[in-house]
């Protein structure tokens, strides 16, 4: 289920609305300070019983689409490069990988019994599956199946060490064992005791840790050799290891997490949680861990305090789950809304960062722009007035000066340190280290601009007209227009492709327009649909394999890789005016 929020319900929301009205009515210079965020990941989920798997924001929550993979999945995870997850399903007997640049399943890769735990080799290459009394190699290149390397009985948890050399592989008889990678060589059990189930190597190599009953057991991985076990409250669950090396944390059964300090295996003071975790993963920053619990809930633990926060409801028995590294490409960062009150709706891994929704404006809202780094985005008036949130700096703007027409549009240079407004008459406005270009300004134009798209380098910027004029500013190349054609309805956006070869128009009738080496990129559009409200605007994915529709109600229609995050569906109190791809926070 996709969620969202609207902004105006928070209490940050409503004084960074302020801070930017008042800048907006006085059209003075301030500004509103940034947020500092912490890192962004994905935290995919696998839900047992649902048979899918479930990708979550790890700084807003924000739950995506569920992932269908095969039947009872029961363990993830996902490439050094954070471009796919592998995931097990033990009742199909296969491995799904997902795409994560698109959150789309491949093809499964047939395995045979029932494969359970898997674990990837630090130079991407390979994985390893434990399935039924063996280990399967999989070359994740072509998805061939090697030798499987038995061992006998019923394997679990594995883990590998971080020069990939060595596996250990938990078995069900008591054991744990160490194979080679080089040769798929068993080398001597080492006997644990009890029950080993889950395991997870240091980030330095030097110890393995292994669930086992009621405790957890250390083994130095130099010599093999068997340390004094951790005694948890209750049948140890998992454990993963903090990526400075220095911590410990074990789930189990008794509604808790257990810290203890690598150092000295001495368990530390448990931390409640709502249910009883199955699984455990830690955020590449260290900051947050997140528990996964069948009973329909991942749960996350700010590790700082050492509390555990408000659980994340999603149902299908979660079981098992995986955080992207901190290499991997920025998960789809998702979309905004902005209506023409001001307020703002986030859909996907779009964070939320205020709005000016219930703020008294001089103007209506007619603009969206996101911001990179840590995320945000300004808003802006058919006045002029600039709304800033989140990272968005405010470099200024043209609220209380006399225009010739209205504002209708904005947009960003890539580092987020300035900004253009584009007018009806075409009149460019340009602040901080966004430069000017050119405009249209004063010049006889056969309808008014409608939107403005800037290029990648911030070089130039494209406006476009109600008629589907299209006019080329600074490095921008021109790739065409509807200029001249008959159209069922006004054209009211534009969106560019990555490369500044080509742009997409689009109608209020839903209509696009594919120009330039957008042209081979034409996903569909709503003409047929024949939308209950206007369509209003256009935003593109960063790789433009596909793009977003908006409509003034709230509609969102996807094509392409666009993937379908959501639209409103609360009442509106104004109608949408625009649709604004989140700028793709960094990772690392």
């Known amino acids: 289920m996709t969620r969202f929020r609207t902004l105006a319900s928070t209490t940050v929301v409503s004084m960074l609305a302020i801070a930017s009205v008042g800048a907006i009515a006085g059209g003075a210079a301030a500004s509103v300070a940034p947020r500092v965020a912490p890192q962004q990941f994905s935290a995919y989920v696998v839900q047992q019983s649902a048979g899918t798997v479930t990708p979550i924001n790890t700084v807003t929550h924000a739950v995506g689409s569920p992932i269908t993979v095969g039947h009872l999945p029961t363990d ?14 033990s009742g199909s007997g296969t491995l799904t990988p997902i795409d994560l640049a698109t959150n789309t399943p491949g093809a499964p890769i047939t395995l045979g ?9 630090p130079n991407g290459l390979t994985a390893y599956v434990t399935d039924g009394g063996d280990v399967v190699p999989v070359t994740l290149s072509t998805g061939t199946v090697g030798t499987a390397i038995h061992l006998g009985n019923a394997n679990r948890g594995i883990a590998i060490t971080p020069d990939g050399a060595t596996l250990y592989v938990a078995n069900s008889v008591g054991n744990v064992y160490p194979i080679s990678t080089a040769t798929d060589t068993v080398g001597t059990p080492i006997v644990i005791g009890n029950l080993p189930y889950a395991i997870t190597v240091t980030p330095d190599g030097s110890t393995a840790y292994v669930t086992d009953s009621t405790s957890i057991v250390p083994i130095t991985t130099a010599t093999d050799a068997v340390g004094s076990a951790v005694s948890l409250g209750g049948v140890a669950t998992d454990i993963a290891v903090t990526p400075n090396g220095t911590t410990a944390y074990a789930t189990s059964n008794s509604a808790q997490v257990t810290p203890f300090p690598t150092s000295t295996g001495i368990a530390g003071t448990p931390i409640s949680t709502a249910q009883n975790p199955l699984s455990i993963a830690i955020t590449p920053d260290g900051a947050t861990a997140f528990t996964a619990d069948p009973s329909g809930e991942v749960e996350p633990i700010d590790l700082a305090t050492q509390t555990a926060g408000t659980p994340i409801a999603l ?30 709706f986030n859909f996907g891994n779009a964070a939320l960062h205020g709005s000016a929704a219930g703020s008294r404006l001089n103007a209506p809202v007619v603009g969206q722009a996101a911001a990179g780094g840590a995320g945000g985005y300004w808003l802006t008036g058919a006045d002029g007035g600039v709304f800033g949130f989140g990272s968005a700096t405010f470099h200024g703007s043209m609220g209380g000066a006399h225009l010739n027409a209205p504002m209708v549009g904005i947009a960003a240079t890539a580092d987020g340190g300035g900004y253009w407004l584009a007018a009806a008459d075409g009149g460019i406005f340009a602040f901080g280290d966004a430069a000017f270009h050119g405009s249209m300004g004063g010049t006889h134009l056969n309808a008014p601009v409608v939107g403005i798209a800037a290029t990648a380098d911030g070089g130039g ?10 006019f080329a500013l600074g490095d921008a190349s021109f790739h065409g227009s509807m200029g001249g054609t008959h159209l069922n309805a006004p054209v009211v956006g534009i969106a560019a492709t990555a490369d500044g070869g080509g742009y997409w128009l689009v109608a209020a009738d839903g209509g696009v327009f594919a120009l330039g080496d957008a042209a081979g990129r034409y996903y569909g559009s709503l003409a047929a649909a024949h939308p209950a409200t206007a369509v209003v605007g256009i935003a593109a994915t960063a790789d ?9 109600g709230g509609v969102v229609a996807n094509f392409g890789d666009a993937p379908s995050d959501g639209s409103v569906t609360t009442h509106l109190s104004a109608p949408i005016v625009s649709i604004t791809r989140a700028a793709s926070a960094p990772v690392g």
């Not at 019994?113 to 080799?121: F, L």
């Not at 299908?316 to 703002?344: E, F, H, K, R, W």
């Open 76 to 89: 993830i995870a996902i490439t050094p490069d954070g471009k796919t997850a592998y995931v097990t399903n």
């Open 113 to 121: 019994g029932g494969p359970y735990g898997i674990v990837i080799a």
């Open 315 to 344: 149902g299908g028995s979660p079981y098992a789950l995986a955080i992207t590294p901190a290499s991997a490409p920025p998960a789809n960062p998702g979309y905004y809304l902005a209506g023409a009150d001001g307020s703002v």
């Open 461 to 470: 910027y494209w406006l476009v007209a109600a008629d589907g004029g299209v």
């Open 544 to 552: 433009g394999g596909g793009y977003w529709l908006a409509t003034a």
